[in-house]
């Protein structure tokens, strides 16, 4: 994964009507911890920071810092935790957690489906992506920008599991279960609501067997009698 510059200053305001402010400037709050050093409280351009994240696979980015006001330049950092606004989806806040290059780090990466399943070219299947973004655990250096998963071969009802993300990549680390589903071709909407008639005619069919007919019931109670 390549490594990304950001601009940021130390921010000493605190308090909600102080980070209303910042946020009103054009700025976003955030926190740079990690290495046992004392966490430093941040603002950065709002602006910067939504460009980076418009051209980026995974909020889980690797960005390079310089702060005004703090002796020390181009702290390298994982992006931890981007807080967004639950209805218009703005930047909240954000988390930095500072890492070394040859540091084993846990990091989500953005998975990439490729081609187009055989289940939908030919037979009008759906493909459901599953989980985006698998967890890994590896160094800042040996990040990859995506994983890809080719999904050309999949038929309706065939699905793609992490534990096929293990096979293609033996090298990575996955920490995510074996079991998740990463993709899936279900089947065609009207063939699945057509199969479920079916099934309901078949079963009214089966009930309908199995009930005595009017005159088999009379002569049954003629016979009790």
Do not use: C
């Not at 500072?98 to 030919?122: N, Q, S, Y």
């Not at 998740?180 to 309901?200: G, N």
Request: proline share 4%.
């Amino acid at each position: 994964m390549k490594e990304i510059r950001l601009n940021a200053r130390v921010r000493t305001e605190s308090g909600k009507q102080n980070l209303h402010k910042i946020r009103k400037q054009g700025e976003i709050p955030g926190v740079l911890y990690g290495h046992k050093a004392e966490p430093v409280h941040l603002a950065i351009v709002e602006h910067d920071f939504w460009t980076i994240l418009h051209h980026a696979t995974s909020e889980h980015l690797i960005l390079s810092i310089d702060i005004e006001g703090l002796d020390e330049d181009n702290i390298l950092t994982l992006v931890k935790d981007v807080q967004h606004h639950p209805v218009s989806g703005n930047v909240l806040h954000v988390d930095f957690q500072r890492i070394a290059k040859d540091e084993t780090i846990k990091v989500g990466v953005h998975v990439l489906l490729t081609g187009i399943p055989k289940g939908v070219k030919d037979f009008g299947g759906i493909l459901d992506h599953g989980i985006r973004e698998v967890m890994i655990s590896t160094t800042p250096v040996m990040i990859p920008e995506a994983l890809e998963m080719d999904v050309s071969a999949l038929l309706v009802g065939d699905s793609v599991r992490v534990s096929d993300m293990v096979t293609q990549y033996p090298d990575i680390e996955f920490l995510d279960d074996d079991s998740i589903q990463v993709a899936h071709v279900s089947i065609p909407k009207k063939l699945e609501v057509a199969e479920d008639l079916e099934a309901e005619e078949a079963a009214e069919g089966e009930e309908g067997d199995a009930a005595p007919a009017e005159g088999e019931e009379a002569a049954a109670e003629g016979e009790e009698s």
